[in-house]
């Protein structure tokens, strides 16, 4: 007989996204039912949107788990602060929210030498994972061609080698998979938070990490009235231009 342990990390709804099936536990399958990210919105759909950005004070008050970090002042000569991860442990920060809502988060980072692979972190709020999605959230690696395009004998093109080569981003939050369009959002309420950045995969290194409330969309009506007034010529149409599509 197989013994099934569940372990919820929510009481709203779930999702079951992962499954362990390791059964050199006496025949124990151990496997978490989550939420998605789908479900978690349903639950702050009629919340206020937040007016103001936070800066998180990313180097006044943070913890490090599991790893060797340190503050660089003046990083590789830019004039950047940052605060450099590992591939494995995990920095949380603390902050106040003087209004609850949901924010999207937006990470200014560094990609540290590793083995080019895509840069992996798990984001908890308050030590819990609050949907499935954030469990890999994808820092990317940028990647540029080693030399011009050449082409040989016959004229074909000769693709050129990618190398690496590393700066300062400025992304939000993001599920890689694609499954959400818009950034991430994530609750929060009045008061006294932590956020964490667990390492999944690879180092980074962390300048800036900052809140951004969703901008409130306005709805068709509301838009088209207010276009009307400043004069703006609304067509009821719209076709692609000849060189847009091309046949196959």
Do not use: C
């Not at 490090?64 to 991860?85: A, L, P």
């Not at 992996?120 to 990647?143: C, S």
């Amino acid at each position: 007989m197989i013994l099934l342990i569940a372990s919820f990390t929510s009481a709203i709804k779930y999702d079951m996204v992962s499954a362990g099936t390791d059964l050199s536990n006496d025949g124990i399958v151990e496997f978490s039912l989550k939420i998605g990210y789908t479900e978690y919105l349903e639950e702050f759909s009629n919340i206020p949107v937040p007016r103001n950005e936070i800066a998180v004070p990313f180097f006044d008050d943070y913890t490090i788990e599991g790893m060797i970090s340190e503050v660089v002042k003046d990083f590789e000569g830019t004039g950047e602060k940052v605060i450099t991860t590992e591939d494995a442990g995990s920095i949380s920060v603390g902050l106040n929210i003087p209004e609850s809502g949901l924010y999207r988060i937006r990470v200014t980072y560094y990609p540290l030498k590793g083995s080019g692979s895509a840069i992996v972190r798990k984001i908890m709020v308050d030590n819990e994972i609050p949907f499935a999605e954030a469990e890999t959230i994808e820092f990317a690696r940028i990647w540029v061609d080693d030399s011009d395009y050449s082409t040989d004998k016959l004229g074909n093109d000769n693709m050129p080698m990618q190398i690496e080569s590393p700066r300062f981003e400025t992304v939000m939050v993001s599920d890689h998979t694609g499954s959400s369009e818009e950034p991430l959002q994530f609750y929060f309420s009045k008061g006294e938070h932590t956020i964490t950045l667990e390492s999944v995969r690879e180092p980074m290194a962390i300048s800036a990490i900052e809140l951004v409330p969703m901008s409130k969309l306005e709805s068709y009506k509301t838009v088209t009235a207010e276009y009307q007034e400043k004069g703006y010529e609304l067509s009821g149409s719209f076709e692609f231009p000849q060189n847009a599509m091309s046949k196959a």
